[in-house]
Structure formats: C-alpha cells, structure tokens
C-alpha cells in the first residue's frame, strides 16, 4: 500500500483542518484528492510529508510512519508542494543537480528538464521563471530518482493548457512505470481524464472515494435525459413530473428534456414515452461531470 490514512484528525484550535479520514491508495494507482478551498488537502498532504503532526490518527507511507521515519519514507516520495522552495539565483539545472545528489540518483538532469518541457531554460536563473515554469521544474525536481509515490499538490494550477497536458502525460507514464501518484486539485476537468480513483474532500472530511465512473452513475447524482419524439404528447411534462425521480421537464425542437434525479427514473420515463402515440427516435443520457457529482456531494452531506 503506498498511502494509509487511519482516521486522521488535525485541529486548529476550533478548526477541524482534517476530521476522521481513512484513506488508502495503492501502488501503481493514479489518486485525485478533489475538494473546495479550504477542504484539507493540503493539510493532509502536510501531514504525509511531516510538515504538521495529526492531532489523532495515522498516516503511512509503505508502511513507514513519516512522523516516526522521515527520512525512510522521503526515500520513497517525489513531492511537488507549495512548499517547494527555490533558490532564486541558481539555475534549473543546478536545481536539478541538487535534487539528484540529495537523492543518490543518477538521473540526466537534461532528460528530466527535457520531459518536464523546460530544456531550453536549463541555465537560466529560476528567479526570472514564470509560475508555469517554477511548477515544471517542481515536478522535474519530484521526478528524481523514480520515486514509488509521487505527492502533488495542486499541480495543474499556473499551468497553461500544453503544461496541463505535459503534466497528464508525465503522471500516465509514471503510472505505468508503476509508482502511485496521489495528487490534489480543486479543478474537476482536469483530473476526470487521468485518475484511477477519486477522494472528494469537504470541510475536513472524506465525503467520497471511488472509481470516476462509479462516482458519476452514483445514484444521488442527477442528469439529463434527452429524448428526441416524432411529436410531443399532450400534458407530458405534467405526468413525468409524478414520476419518482424526475426533478424537471422541457421541451423544445421535438426533443424532451428530462432531469432525473437517479437512474431508475430513466427507465420509468422511456416506458411510459413508449406508451404514448409518440414516437421515440432518439434517445440520448447527458452523463454527469466530475464537477456535478462533486457539487451535489460538497451540498448534501451534512455535517456530524
Ligand atoms: N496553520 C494553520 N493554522 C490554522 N488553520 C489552518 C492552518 N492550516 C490550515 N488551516 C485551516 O484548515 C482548513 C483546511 O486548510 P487546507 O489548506 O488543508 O485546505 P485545502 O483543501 O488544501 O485548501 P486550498 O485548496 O485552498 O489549498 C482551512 O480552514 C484552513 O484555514
């Protein structure tokens, strides 16, 4: 297991930063830890990296209490985090350099400036680096060694749509090199496309974890339901709005609108349409994005 959280808890005084998670993240698994501002994910990446000390439970890495081994469980890790310092004079590659020798490593700090899309800057001074370009050298410098867990917190922000897809690109190879990438984010698009799971975080706690797929066919979620007749029936938006289930009805251009609040719905309206003297020539289901189902889990849990 490359991630453990055994009910984590960390309080600010009155502020409960984290509050009873339990986590875990396989090796070889692509983690998107999602939430809001201010959901605690930093915080809980704080605590994998030693920089704050839970208040109660536990966290691991391999194994390894990071509180009890720093050291051991820094061996293991690639971390791009907003902690991640620069020294303004030295150069990328010396950054590198750095990075590599700390490690033990034996990596070409070209090829890694090369992967990241920052080889022509290699001997320039990091303090003239835009944000973009401090972000790639961070996951460069996360990179070194071929870590077996990659820690990346909000790595997509500053990033332009080509660094987004570098980005992607690197944590898919990485992946399949076969390390965990365990990494936070507050945009919901952009981690649909590349993670095995998904944790959304709100307030503190863990509110939902699983597979993107499974979070979008999640039963509370609602979507849409488009279906395209030969003719709209009479009073129709009267008597699908009776059906559990269906949470709003429209039309227009022949095509029916119909907002379901779980899957079930779906099949009680087509039964009916097909009772109807219309007929049904198109039937299409808007799938929820990662942002719906993220929306309705932050709104509907309540709080303990
Ligand atoms: N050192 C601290 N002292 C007091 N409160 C803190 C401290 N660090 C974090 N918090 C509070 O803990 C809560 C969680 O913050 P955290 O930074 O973990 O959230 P986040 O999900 O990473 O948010 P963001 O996306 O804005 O980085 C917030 O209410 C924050 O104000």
Redesign the pocket.
């Known amino acids: 297991m490359a991630i453990e959280l055994r009910s984590l808890t960390k309080r600010?005084?009155d502020?409960c930063?984290?509050e009873d998670v339990s986590l875990t993240v396989e090796q070889g698994e692509v983690f998107g830890f999602l939430?809001?501002?201010?959901?605690?994910?930093?915080?809980?990446i704080n605590i994998l990296l030693d920089f704050v000390r839970p208040t109660a439970g536990r966290a691991s890495i391999f194994g390894i209490d990071p509180q009890e081994d720093p050291r051991a469980a820094r061996e293991r890790l690639g971390v791009l985090s907003e902690a991640t310092g620069f020294y303004e004079r030295d150069t990328a590659r010396e950054h590198l350099e750095f990075a590599i020798a700390m490690k033990r490593a034996d990596d070409d700090p070209q090829v890694l400036l090369e992967r990241v899309g920052i080889a022509d800057a290699a001997d320039r001074a990091v303090g003239g680096f835009s944000k973009g370009m401090r972000q790639r050298l961070g996951l460069a410098i996360a990179l070194v060694g071929e870590p077996d867990l990659i820690i990346l917190d909000?790595p997509l922000g500053g990033l332009d749509p080509t660094g987004a897809q570098t980005f992607r690109n690197i944590i898919r190879e990485e992946r399949d090199r076969g390390a965990a990438v365990f990494f936070?984010s507050?945009i919901m698009d952009q981690v649909e496309a590349i993670c095995d799971r998904v944790g959304i975080?709100n307030d503190?706690r863990l509110v939902a974890v699983d597979t993107v797929e499974a979070l979008r066919t999640t039963p509370e979620v609602p979507f849409e339901l488009s279906v395209t007749l030969d003719m709209i029936p009479d009073r129709i938006q009267d008597d699908l709005l009776c059906f559990d289930g269906v949470e709003a009805v429209s039309t227009s251009d022949g095509v029916l609108r119909v907002g379901c609040a779980d899957a079930s719905a779906k099949a009680d309206v087509i039964t009916h349409l097909d009772d109807t003297e219309a007929a049904i020539l198109d039937v299409r289901t808007g799938e929820p994005s990662l942002e719906q189902v993220f929306m309705e889990t932050a709104v509907e849990v309540p709080r303990a």
Not at 35 to 44: F, Q
Request: glycine share 24%; aromatic share 4%; net charge neutral.
């Open positions: 600010y005084g502020i930063a984290v939430g809001p501002n201010g959901a605690g994910k930093s915080t809980t909000e936070s507050h975080m503190g």
